[in-house]
DNA sequence: GACTGAACTATACC
DNA sequence: ACGGGTATAGTTCAGTC
């Protein structure tokens, strides 16, 4: 039978002690296809240099004796090949050790003691890695397919029936066709309980959306008229069953939640242990099977669990405005829509008339769930097709982690041996290790500044890994004709002239990134679009996986080389900036922002290409933008300039304002928006003298209590368990505070409160700290003295001094009345 | 008990 | 445990006078 086929998921079983790939996926007709195929399983055996041939074919004989018998299951080695391999661009001589079964292969690497074997290597992908790897059946693509309809076979132990698919076959051959058009099926779900911790109350109501399906499944009735989207089941156990009958019957491809890893569907699976149902899920009515340890993962045979919250964190979190990843902020952000206005209560203190909104809560949830997977979807699917690992593990794992998979399903090009993942020991030395010397920021003087022009180098680090050629597999003990070097920490490093693989496929990244985001300008669509940045997370994240204690090649030499020569780009291209006697205003690891002068723009880029056309390597230097004015304050103690704080404005008056209070989520409202004000003002008018006068308003409102307490909640994030705190702090309080009054709270949370008057004189913030609903009236003069004076205090100080005077009178005439 | 610098903590920048 | 280092700043803590 011939067959058109895309992968989605990816799983293995083993049969009479052999592993068998699992493959699921569409057909281009829609129809639910599962592919059982086998691979040779093996690890390498690097040899040490120069030995003979006849030694080399004594140990082969030997090694071909190996068999195992561990874990109930016989394990031997099959056949044994020597190749010429490469391992971290050396050649070398390496045996190709056949096994039995993959998971007895780091048990075959530990039979492989003898003193001829230097290294043993690959045994620790994980099947379905080495799998796609070896038979390139990449997820995301099709291919054309023939094989063995298996029909109630009793081939692999009647694996067919049991599996609810539309056919199952055995793979005999396959290739690559051309991209068609995918319509997975998507179904978003989302589930309503009465307590947060799991499975500690009862789930209420499970909502499911898909684009043609809209459902509450609930066992709270109500008297009310039921909407029409609302199905009542007789209780939770009922409930559960109906939910898993409805996946059933829709069949998803892919099933969606919202930080579903670590609540609902573990949520589920524990209700349904309870109720003593079978949250039967799987296509082959398993129950979801969940990951140890604190990053939970919940896996659906056949059915991708995708929990959308983990992929919005490494692929959007860092370009978001969002303060927290919380769906209503994600959703408000990427689909301009909301939760549904509805103070969750528990189940029994909610009126009769409430529950109607309680559903359309529910149902809301799953809407905007489903929203953002279809915004996202075809970024994931680049994501996917880029790093070559089921989108299970792309949709989760994190950007140093995808990095490492695109290295690994690249290697071959190379002819290049894995190398291995460090151990627990190494992992705990490596995390011991001294920090190198990173980037180089400059001190700015304060000031108000018109004319500002602000250049960066185009992916910096990934550019400088690429030009000097910079990994672990090129990094030298010893310095070799014409290596590239540079001195940092006291130490010459030195990087071999050939170029090694990790730079080369860095490159190769950057040309394609450069090449979507042309082809974008030209023709935008969003599988452009997200290619594009797909490649452009990868670049960037590769000077972070070099230097991260986790990764396969991890080499703190060549981070440490990174900051090195990063840091010497653009002291030089400062110098060069200096030469033509420009004012440099202020700079940070890879930008640079200078005065324009009397310089036109078009002079300015002139030079901008002039500075290009004498950079090493791939460097490159952009135009980050002209602005109209900019403004660099003084550090809170002293007179020096604030690194990583200053705000700029350009023609059309937008602002970019970077570090400032305004910017941080732990500093109150009014605060951040006054301060956020002034800025704008200034920088508009280009004088203080309307923002002063607006700052003296807003003080006196203060101090007549006019303003809204909503407007002075401070937020803290919890950044681990209440008890292990050192230092007691105000948010700290605030979090016991809620412990005590039973409101769940959480390592991770953002905490409430506000600075409240107090009878006595209390000395300590945290003694005056109340929770947001708590009675109080607002301390007048922390909040001036601790929130409105310091955000605004040290931009007007860039002002001539009777401007700082009247302030510093202002200052001690409200803090006199107390 | 007031003062002061160190330690702890959160958050931002690139 | 699930990129890196640089930097500001508030608050508490512990020691000194």
């Excluded at 396969?552 to 110098?575: G, H, L, N, Q, V």
């Excluded at 008057?757 to 929770?771: A, D, Q, Y």
Aim: aromatic residues 12%; charged residues 35%; contains cysteine.
């Amino acid at each position: 039978m011939k067959l058109d086929f895309i992968p989605l998921d990816y799983d293995y079983f083993d049969f009479e002690g052999r592993n068998y790939a699992r493959i699921i996926g569409r057909d281009s007709k829609g129809k639910r296809i599962c592919v059982i195929d086998s691979c040779p399983v093996y690890l390498w055996a690097i040899l040490k240099d120069g030995l003979k041939h006849e030694k080399i074919n004594k140990l082969i004989k030997e090694i071909e004796k190996i068999e195992l018998d561990l874990k109930g299951r016989r394990t031997k080695v099959e056949k044994v090949e020597l190749h010429e391999k490469s391992f971290l661009g050396k050649k070398v001589n390496a045996l190709k050790v056949f096994a039995t079964n993959y998971k007895d292969l780091h048990d075959v690497a530990d039979q492989l003691g003898f003193p001829e074997i230097e290294k043993r290597r690959g045994y620790d992908l994980g099947f379905i890695t080495h799998y796609i790897i070896e038979k390139k059946i990449i997820p995301m693509h099709w291919y054309e397919l023939s094989g063995e309809v298996l029909n109630n076979s009793q081939e692999f132990g009647g694996i067919d029936s049991a599996f609810d698919v539309d056919v199952c076959i055995k793979l005999e051959s396959f290739r690559a066709i051309e991209d068609k058009k995918l319509n997975p099926k998507f179904l978003a779900y989302d589930i309503e309980t009465d307590e947060i911790k799991l499975g500690e109350g009862e789930i209420l109501m499970i909502s499911l959306v898909s684009d043609s399906f809209r459902k509450v499944i609930t066992w709270k009735e109500t008297k009310h008229k039921k909407p029409e989207y609302v199905e009542y089941v007789k209780d939770e156990a009922e409930l559960i069953e109906k939910f898993v009958k409805y996946v059933g019957d829709i069949s998803p491809d892919l099933l969606v939640g919202y930080s579903s890893d670590s609540f609902d569907l573990p949520y589920l699976k524990a209700r349904a242990e309870k109720n003593e149902v079978n949250l039967s899920l799987g296509l082959d009515k398993s129950q979801p099977k969940f990951t140890r340890g604190i990053n939970i993962t919940g896996k659906i045979k056949g059915i991708v669990h995708i929990d959308i919250l983990k992929f919005i964190r490494t692929a959007y979190s860092q370009y978001m405005q969002s303060e927290t990843l919380s769906l209503n902020e994600v959703a408000k952000e990427f689909l301009g829509d909301s939760k549904k206005d509805f103070k969750i209560k528990h189940s029994s203190k909610i009126g009769e008339g409430d529950w109607e909104k309680y559903y359309e809560y529910n149902l809301h949830d799953s809407i905007l769930t489903f929203g953002l997977f279809e915004k996202m979807w075809p970024d994931m699917l680049e994501f996917t097709k880029i790093m070559q690992e089921p989108i299970f593990d792309v949709s989760r794992n994190g950007m140093s982690k995808n990095v490492e998979s695109y290295i690994l399903h690249n290697l071959e090009k190379f002819n290049e041996i894995p190398e291995k993942r460090p151990m627990h020991d190494e992992i705990s030395e490596r995390r011991q290790r001294e920090k190198y010397e990173g980037a180089f920021v400059f001190e700015p003087a304060p000031g108000l500044y018109e004319d500002v022009v602000m250049f960066d180098f185009t992916s910096s680090y990934g550019s400088v890994i690429v030009t000097y050629n910079l990994s672990k597999s090129t990094f030298l003990e010893k310095p070799e004709k014409d290596s590239y070097n540079i001195e940092t920490g006291g130490k010459k490093l030195y990087f071999a002239k050939e170029i090694g693989f990790f730079p080369e496929m860095l490159k190769e990244i950057i040309e394609k990134r450069k090449h979507y985001k042309e082809e974008l300008k030209h023709k935008p669509d969003v599988i452009k679009k997200a290619r594009s940045n797909a490649f452009k997370l990868l670049v960037n994240s590769a000077y972070g996986y070099q230097g991260f204690f986790g990764a396969r090649y991890y080499c703190p030499e060549a981070a440490a080389a990174s900051a090195a020569f990063a840091r010497k780009a653009i002291k030089d291209t400062m110098e060069e900036i200096n030469k033509q006697e420009f004012k440099i205003i202020y700079s940070d690891t890879d930008s640079i922002a200078f005065l324009r002068g009397k310089k036109s723009e078009d002079q300015i880029l002139k030079f901008l290409k002039e500075l290009n056309s004498n950079l090493p390597g791939i460097m490159e230097l952009e135009l980050e933008g002209f602005f109209k004015r900019g403004i660099w304050v003084t550090t809170r103690a002293g007179t020096a300039g604030a690194k990583k704080k200053y705000a700029l404005i350009d023609k059309n008056n937008k602002l970019k304002i970077r570090g400032f209070e305004t910017v941080r989520r732990d500093w109150c409202r009014l605060a951040r928006e006054v301060q956020n004000r002034i800025i704008r003002q200034i920088l508009e008018d280009g004088n203080e003298k309307n923002a002063l006068q607006y700052v003296k308003e807003i003080i006196k409102k203060l101090q007549q209590r006019k303003i809204n307490k909503e407007d002075l909640i401070i937020r803290t994030q919890l950044k681990k368990s209440i008890s292990e705190y050192k230092a007691v702090s105000p948010h700290v309080i605030a979090a016991r505070k809620m412990q005590e009054r039973e409101i769940p709270v959480s390592q991770g949370n953002l905490v409430e409160y506000y600075i409240a008057e107090t009878k006595e004189k209390k000395k300590l913030v945290r003694e005056k700290v109340k929770l947001p609903d708590e009675a109080g009236e607002y301390n007048i003069e922390y909040y001036l003295k601790n929130q409105i004076l310091p955000a605004v205090e040290n931009i007007f100080q860039i002002f001539n001094s009777d401007v700082n005077d009247i302030i510093k009178d202002k200052k001690q005439t409200t803090l006199g009345d107390f």
